[in-house]
């Protein structure tokens, strides 16, 4: 019998280590290291001594077949995925608690049944009557989905493989599965690390399609080893607010498909609505004719979104002004804080500042810059903006606005929904072409756009006199604006 080696793995990045100590020195979080058995992650008796078997070697020229999909049903997921669920495929989902992940692969399974597929939903965390009393509620009783509540990896594979290979097995959550293979508790890196194996080792074999729900951490990321990630064919994350009916599923990691795609939904009394035309929807609540508000026209994925940024510019009486940010990177807030009082004059240091992206939807790429500067300075100097004008492009450390990948996708997209105007770089006005109809602001500077809003603009309890447009600066540096 092997000898049983101990050693103390991170329940956070799966670091090992040979002693305990309070904080990992992989990822830098205190506590989280778990003792457990690592001699060997299956038993003696069960490793094989066979010898390996030869297998036929191809080369790189010659065709493959695509990839046959199994579409489910929900044009938004198939976005996401890329088309569908690639046979054999194994995807990972990632979410808050009750930020609607149950529900929405519960509407996907059923779609797929009721289209004459067989799909198995094992459940480790719910009992089978909880998963129907939620079929029951969304309507979806009737649907021939096979339920199961187990959390043993090797009884599920056993079960699985009587009969015809399942087209979609869903697995919530992969944190409660567990294998004779490993002596180390549910839940930890280890067990999670092979049930994960176990199950891919199965999809790979027969075909089927299979999706693992995953908890997250409270920094928003799936827990457990990152290796799980590199191991599987997707990473979805479904992201939202719980104060926001809306809710988005993006794509981080697709091996079939694009990443960083979006699917939009709507969470109703009867389930999560496809959101078909997300732009329209984030601007039905738009504040016309309030200062402080700028639509961005940005790009998701494949896919050309408009949303309102709102900002709201303060002074203060603490020591340290605040600045708070939801749903853009803070790190990019300052950025575009110090150009603006570097470059433009604008003195923010005795405001606090406040930005919002409306809706509930999380911006990543840097076109939003020249959008929040806009909000920002017509926060500051009380100057409403052009109501049917979108902003976009890239701020640099030196000023100059820079531009931006997919310029015609975005102004089309704004001037379908009634758009006139667009605030756009310098250099990319030949790349906007003449098909969308829109009048093109084009700047080369922030301190052109500065300029620009103040001159519209009053001061904040002064009366509405327009400040001429060479003085603004100044006035700024002064702190009088």
């Known amino acids: 019998m092997a000898k049983s080696t101990l050693s103390f793995v991170c329940q956070n990045c799966g670091a090992a280590y040979n002693r305990w100590q309070g904080k990992c020195e992989s990822c830098g979080e205190w506590n989280t290291l778990a003792e457990e058995d690592t001699s060997g992650s299956v038993p003696v008796s069960i490793r094989s001594k066979r010898k390996g078997r030869t297998f036929a070697l191809e080369s790189l020229a010659g065709k493959s077949p695509d990839a046959p999909r199994l579409s489910s049903g929900m044009s938004e997921l198939d976005r996401v995925t890329g088309g569908g669920f690639v046979r054999g495929s194994v995807l990972l989902v990632g979410g808050d608690p009750g930020i609607g992940k149950s529900t929405l692969l519960t509407q996907a399974t059923s779609l797929l049944a009721r289209a004459g597929h067989r799909v198995v939903y094992i459940s480790g965390e719910e009992a089978v009557a909880q998963v129907r009393l939620r079929a029951e509620r969304l309507g979806l009783s009737d649907a021939p989905?096979?339920?199961?509540?187990?959390?043993?990896?090797?009884?599920?594979?056993?079960?699985?493989?009587e009969g015809a290979v399942p087209r979609l097995i869903v697995i919530d959550s992969i944190q409660t599965m567990w294998t004779d293979t490993v002596e180390s508790a549910p839940g930890t890196v280890t067990q999670v690390r092979a049930s994960a194996q176990a199950l891919i080792r199965f999809a790979k074999k027969t075909g089927a399609a299979i999706i693992l729900v995953g908890h997250v951490t409270k920094d928003g990321q799936i827990a457990g080893p990152r290796v799980v990630e590199h191991m599987v064919d997707a990473v979805?994350?479904?992201?939202?607010?719980?104060?926001?009916?809306?809710?988005?599923?993006?794509?981080?990691?697709?091996?079939?498909?694009?990443?960083?795609?979006i699917g939009v939904f709507e969470m109703t009394g009867l389930g999560l609505r496809e959101v078909t035309n997300p732009s329209e929807l984030f601007l039905s609540e738009r504040d016309l004719g309030t200062p402080g508000t700028a639509v961005f026209a940005g790009i998701e994925g494949t896919r050309p979104v408009l949303v309102e940024l709102q900002a709201l510019v303060a002074p203060t009486s603490l020591g340290t002004p605040r600045r708070a940010v939801v749903g853009w990177d803070p790190s990019r807030l300052s950025m575009v804080l110090a150009v603006l009082e570097a470059h433009c004059g604008v003195k923010l240091s005795g405001h606090d500042v406040y930005l919002n992206v409306a809706g509930g939807l999380r911006i990543h790429e840097p076109a939003a810059d020249l959008a929040a500067a806009a909000a920002l300075v017509s926060s500051l100097v009380n100057a409403q903006l052009p109501t049917d004008a979108v902003y976009f492009g890239e701020i640099s450390l030196s000023g100059v606005v820079r531009p931006v990948a997919q310029t015609p996708a975005r102004l089309k997209e704004a001037a379908k929904l009634g758009f006139q105007r667009a605030v756009l770089?310098?250099?990319?006005?030949?790349?906007?072409?003449?098909?969308?109809?829109?009048?093109?602001?084009?700047?080369?500077?922030?301190?052109?756009?500065?300029?620009e809003i103040a001159a519209r603009g009053s001061r904040r309890g002064e009366s509405s006199a327009q400040p001429e447009k060479n003085a603004t600066p100044a006035r700024f540096r002064r702190g009088e604006g």
């Open 145 to 161: 989905v096979q339920l199961a509540a187990e959390t043993s990896v090797e009884d599920i594979v056993s079960t699985l493989s």
């Open 236 to 261: 979805m994350s479904f992201e939202g607010e719980g104060s926001q009916q809306f809710r988005i599923l993006r794509a981080v990691k697709n091996r079939f498909g694009p990443t960083d795609e």
């Open 425 to 451: 770089p310098e250099s990319a006005r030949g790349d906007a072409g003449g098909d969308a109809g829109l009048s093109l602001n084009a700047v080369n500077s922030l301190t052109t756009l500065v300029a």
